[in-house]
């Protein structure tokens, strides 16, 4: 592949084409440049002809890591791109550019953990990275947390209930006050936790039955709409993302507003006009 892209490179400026070949280094570089063109063209950026001379003349005598330097200097996008191969059944090859800065502070984490694993790579690394994040961002392993914690906390206070009492709580002292719970959009975090979430992300399912299934910007929604009077309880929750939950919410005040306006909507799809000022009906999709 890389003899072909070399003579992809000759036939189009064949005054280059002694050097190329006699020139192993250069048959490298040559590579590389036709391969850069190509992708530059991919992209809407084509090179002219004196252009593309112009490159190769810049290129020819240095070694690949500088020509991919200026590679890097003509489009700073290039290195951005991130791609996967499978290389087998259960491994990826993962190829994309970090700063500089970013890898410092890879190394300085290998050098922290050194007494761990003094051969530690750089998948080990982030592979402990990844444990640590999921462990702090992960709902489902929060929720595992919050079980184990209540269990705890359950058992706890049956041994203080067999403990013998010494003083009264003011709850006690006044049990009107322990009825007396005001209603909040507050989500304690051991709820949120606890709503279930299988793993697949947003809930929404659309008229066709397809599961949205995103998992970024994921809030809690109330099954049964906060204004309406459902509550901030485990089994009115659920998980949906930020944009089918806005679109919900929007659908659900739309609902309200014309059944306000004298609008009822009927099992076969038709919005009936039933305020005195005028009678006909007309079809909605909502």
């Not at 109330?222 to 806005?246: T, Y």
Request: glycine share 4%.
């Amino acid at each position: 592949m890389r003899r072909i892209n070399a003579m992809k490179l000759v036939k189009e400026m064949p005054q280059f084409e002694e050097k190329i070949e006699s020139d192993e280094s250069s048959l490298s570089v040559a590579a590389d440049v036709q391969s850069f063109l190509y992708q530059e063209a991919k992209i809407e950026r084509p090179y002219s002809l004196n252009a593309k001379i112009e490159l190769v003349e810049t290129c020819l005598g240095k070694s690949r890591r500088e020509v991919e330097e200026e590679f890097a200097r003509r489009n700073p996008e290039r290195d951005k791109r991130e791609t996967r191969h499978a290389i087998s059944h259960d491994r990826l090859l993962v190829s994309f550019s970090i700063s500089k800065e970013f890898n410092d502070k890879l190394n300085h984490l290998k050098d922290l953990l050194g007494h761990v694993d003094p051969s530690m790579t750089t998948e080990t690394l982030l592979a402990r990275l990844a444990e640590l994040g999921l462990d702090k961002y992960d709902p489902q392993r929060k929720a595992a947390r919050a079980v184990v914690r209540s269990e705890k906390k359950s058992g706890d206070q049956k041994a203080d209930a067999t403990a013998p009492r010494t003083f009264s709580s003011k709850r006690e002292d006044n049990p009107a006050s322990a009825a007396e719970v005001k209603r909040t959009r507050y989500i304690k975090v051991r709820e949120r936790h606890r709503v279930e979430s299988d793993g697949r992300g947003c809930t929404f399912v659309s008229h066709n039955g397809r599961r949205c299934e995103s998992k970024r910007f994921l809030q809690l929604d109330h099954i049964e709409p906060f204004a309406k009077g459902g509550e901030s309880r485990v089994d009115n929750l659920r998980w949906m993302c930020g944009e089918h939950n806005r679109a919900r919410v929007n659908s659900v005040w739309v609902t309200h507003a014309r059944k306000r306006d004298g609008l009822e909507r009927e099992s076969g799809g038709l919005v009936v006009i039933t305020s005195s000022t005028s009678a006909r009906a007309s079809k909605s999709a909502v």
